[in-house]
């Protein structure tokens, strides 16, 4: 399994601000996640952050919005850029465990975002 | 393109009856992992079980069961004699390219509220 924080748990920001969200991890991982889940909605994959490359969006999802670090294999930060309303999601940050394909995915606590 | 259907906005039972979820995916990938995943009130994601595609045994743990029948493409979870703390929203999800690439698409998630 894996042990995953995030930071913070929770906050409240002004339209136009920027936010960075921070995701570790207990143990050294390839592959992290970045999902968004509105409010009363299902998740979405924002993009996949792989250590050492560019984080590759999913359709609809822009870096100049949510720039993605990935400077280690336990460390991840996505930011949500120049904020509004419609921002104000849960984050989460996941990683897969496992070998051969056959993996679980785990998931942070989450990052609960309220955009006024 | 993969989706995963789960119909059931809402369900309400009470105390002890048993309960059944629906899910219903689709996909082209002849090798593929279906999940399910419970995210209580506190939002934390719970990862509950993992399937392959090759893997058409029914699973039991505890109180839960779950039915995948590729025939349907269905993936059903059982919940017998439920209690108030299964009250949760609870995803299916289905990881695509056999899971090499992790990426898990998700259902609209089903509401569940026990009764006491």
């Known amino acids: 399994s894996a042990v995953i924080s995030q930071k913070p748990s929770r906050d409240i920001c002004q339209r136009g601000t920027s936010l960075t969200i921070q995701c570790q991890v207990d143990s050294q991982v390839t592959m992290m996640f970045w999902y968004r889940q509105q409010p009363g909605q299902s998740l979405t994959l924002i993009a996949t952050?792989?250590?050492?490359?560019?984080?590759?969006?999913e359709s609809g999802f822009v870096i100049d919005k949510f720039p993605i670090s990935r400077p280690n294999l336990t460390f991840s930060t996505l930011t949500v850029s120049n904020m509004s309303p419609e921002d104000s999601s849960i984050y989460l940050c996941?990683?897969?465990?496992?070998?051969?394909?056959?993996?679980?995915?785990?998931f942070g606590p989450g990052t609960r975002l309220t955009v006024l | 393109a993969q989706k995963v259907t789960q119909a059931q906005t809402e369900i309400s039972v009470v105390e002890k009856e048993d309960v059944t979820l629906d899910c219903v995916y689709e996909t082209r990938d002849t090798t593929y992992y279906l999940f399910w995943y419970k995210q209580p009130p506190s939002g934390e994601l719970v990862f509950l079980i993992r399937?392959?595609?090759?893997?058409?045994q029914n699973e039991i743990s505890g109180r839960y069961s779950w039915n995948f029948q590729k025939s349907t493409s269905s993936f059903n979870f059982t919940i017998t004699a439920s209690q108030v703390v299964d009250s949760a929203v609870y995803f299916c999800?289905?990881?695509?390219?056999?899971?090499?690439?992790?990426?898990?698409?998700f259902g609209t998630g089903t509401l569940l509220a026990v009764q006491p």
């Open positions: 399937r392959n595609s090759f893997d058409e």
């Open positions: 999800a289905l990881s695509e390219l056999g899971g090499a690439t992790n990426k898990l698409i």
């Open positions: 952050a792989n250590q050492g490359s560019e984080a590759t969006y």
């Open positions: 996941s990683v897969p465990v496992g070998t051969g394909g056959y993996n679980e995915q785990f």
